[in-house]
């Protein structure tokens, strides 16, 4: 981590960023991540998700970090404070969980938990997988928590840091995943919300 901090220091700005995020219940807290774009990456104010590898403000040094998730290692002290867990849905950013919330309510059934470094989302889905598609796999987790299903998340993670699809970007112009699907999603989140501990 000193090495990357101390590459990426040389590549121009912060190594480190914070960001606000939300975890159980909604709350709200800071994720902590090395800094893979410029520092003006959202000067505008607009929060946006990354378009990939052609995305302009991704450094040269976070172009490797982010294709082997590096960027996430820092979130460990965020794990050790309390605000994450190891395995659990994405820390998703509120203004970004407020635009899917609009035509998705049955998104904030995410927070039943805490979000965490890994998840079924995480490694089943990629970085552009839909709302839609992120709330029913992080709902199948949350309807059936287990030290044997965080585990076989845990070993099948490592398998995602080679695989170059999974960090596809959003397409041009989008700054969140896009498209959010409304069928049978009610019926998948009220289930979870039963079975949630």
């Known amino acids: 981590m000193l090495i990357l901090a101390f590459l990426i220091r040389l590549d121009g700005g912060t190594a480190f960023y914070r960001q606000k995020r939300l975890t159980k219940d909604g709350k709200v807290f800071e994720v902590l991540k090395f800094r893979s774009m410029r520092m003006d990456a959202e000067e505008d104010g607009v929060a946006r998700l990354s378009t990939g590898e052609k995305d302009d403000r991704i450094t040269r040094v976070g172009h490797f970090i982010r294709a082997c998730r590096m960027d996430e290692l820092p979130q460990l002290f965020n794990i050790l ?46 970085y552009n997988s839909t709302p839609y598609d992120k709330l029913l796999m992080d709902l199948m987790y949350i309807a059936k928590p287990s030290l044997a299903e965080d585990f076989r998340i845990c070993l099948a993670t490592v ?38 501990v």
């Open 81 to 126: 404070q309390g605000d994450m867990s190891i395995v659990g849905p994405r820390p998703e950013r509120p203004e970004i969980a407020e635009q899917y919330e609009k035509e998705l309510p049955e998104f904030r059934l995410r927070f039943q938990c805490k979000c965490g470094l890994t998840g079924l989302a995480q490694y089943a889905g990629k």
């Open 159 to 196: 398998k995602i840091l080679f695989m170059k699809d999974s960090t596809e970007g959003v397409a041009d112009g989008q700054t969140t995943a896009g498209d959010v699907k409304l069928d049978k999603v009610e019926n998948a989140g009220q289930g979870a919300e039963n079975k949630a």
